[in-house]
């Protein structure tokens, strides 16, 4: 008898390895689990310096690259390399699937190109499309295509990174056709996402990397990409619900839609 009891105690002290739900996380468990980021165009710029970043504040970071055969930078910050062209919706769709069930706590939708049509009078249309279909189709498709892993994500938040110049109310010299209206579009996308997410707890904002010297912003730019990404980081890691909806430079201060 003694020792049946012992063994009974013995059972119920190991939580019953043999029982339905033994060895299943605890909360505890789920709360040190690294959390997940997803950033667009990591293989350069701002999107590497995301990774790297991300990487070393101990988070699981998946980062897109149109070549990852290419993207050895990327590869020894220790992300994960998945392929994915913002302007292909195959590779979206694969994207998709290879995600499947795989949660995201944060979605950064960084890809981006510049515009070659400085004036009015040199506008190549065929550029602005495909600015357009970077900066502004491209981070829209991608969204739908991994909300729900972004919905089973503990973090439910979703930036996109645009520009000053995508801002109307700070729009004084013009120029820059086809760039200002995809990051002007890519901001009333992200408007309205936070609209429709609210209810669900989702938090979405729109982050000014100010000017960054990389391949877009030059090398005059004052900002290296560690300042921006620094800067940015400390922003995303200070939203809440109140906050889902604005359009944040990377020091924090509001910017005018």
Not at 90 to 102: D, F, H, Q, W
Not at 114 to 120: A, D, K, L, N, Q
Not at 203 to 229: F, H, N, Y
Not at 230 to 244: C, H
């Amino acid at each position: 008898m003694r020792m049946l009891i012992l063994l009974i105690t013995m059972f119920l002290g190991l939580g019953g390895a043999g029982a339905p739900g033994a060895g299943a996380p605890t909360s505890s468990d789920e709360a040190r689990a690294p959390r997940c980021v997803l950033v667009t165009g990591a293989n350069r710029g701002l999107g590497l310096e995301f990774a790297r970043q991300y990487r070393a504040a101990g988070w699981n970071v998946i980062g897109t690259t149109r070549k990852p055969a290419a993207a050895d930078e990327l590869r020894a910050t220790g992300a994960e390399v998945m392929q994915l062209d913002v302007t292909d919706a195959e590779s979206i769709a694969k994207l998709a699937r290879e995600l499947a069930g795989r949660p995201i706590d944060l979605l950064i939708n960084n890809a981006g190109v510049g515009s070659r049509t400085p004036t009015i009078e040199g506008l190549d249309a065929k550029s602005a499309e495909r600015v357009l279909a970077v900066n502004l189709l491209g981070p829209m498709r991608v969204t739908s295509a991994l909300l729900p892993n972004v919905r089973a994500g503990a973090g439910k938040q979703i930036v996109a990174i645009s520009s000053g110049l995508g801002s109307i109310a700070d729009n004084t010299s013009g120029r820059w056709y086809g760039y200002r209206e995809s990051k002007a579009g890519l901001n009333m996308f992200m408007r309205s996402l936070a609209a429709e997410l609210r209810g669900e707890g989702f938090v979405c904002v729109v982050l000014s990397p100010g000017w960054v010297r990389t391949d877009m912003g030059g090398p005059e730019a004052p900002l290296s990409p560690k300042q921006s990404i620094t800067g940015m980081r400390r922003v995303i890691d200070g939203l809440d619900a109140e906050k889902s909806g604005h359009f944040y430079g990377h020091d924090g201060a509001e910017i005018p839609w």
